[in-house]
Nanobody, 119 residues
Framework: VQLQASGGGLVQAGGSLRLSCAAS????????FGWFRQAPGKEREFVAA??????YYTDSVKGRFTISRDNAKNTVYLQMTSLKPEDTALYYC???????????????WGQGTQVTVSS
């Protein structure tokens, strides 16, 4: 299984970015996918996840971020709006192999894409 994240960049506070995560080597539609992020000096944290029919978000991004998936393209997206400097982090996508929204239940981590939000 391979995940390739892209779409990061430098943006001003209040701006938007869309991250993409292209997956290969698995039956895409049968899996839950998640986005995590890791800021410098901090632990990696859950951001959002998407099943076949449901989405989940950490409280700090609710109303600003939207996770979606295109099963025909084997791709998961994270649309980020109203970005804040505290959103600055390396963003990773991953496949859920367990049954809980915690880092240890995810695997096949992509390489990450950097998001930097300037104030």
């Amino acid at each position: 299984v391979q995940l390739q994240a892209s779409g990061g960049g430098l943006v001003q506070a209040g701006g938007s970015l869309r991250l993409s995560c292209a997956a290969s080597g698995l039956t895409f539609s049968g899996y839950t996918f998640g986005w995590f992020r890791q800021a410098p000096g901090k632990e990696r944290e859950f951001v959002a996840a998407i099943t076949w029919s449901s989405t989940y978000y950490t409280d700090s991004v609710k109303g600003r971020f939207t996770i979606s998936r295109d099963n025909a393209k084997n791709t998961v997206y994270l649309q980020m709006t109203s970005l804040k400097p505290e959103d600055t982090a390396l963003y990773y996508c991953a496949v859920m192999y367990g049954n809980r929204l915690r880092e240890t239940d995810f695997g096949s981590w992509g390489q990450g894409t950097q998001v930097t939000v300037s104030s």
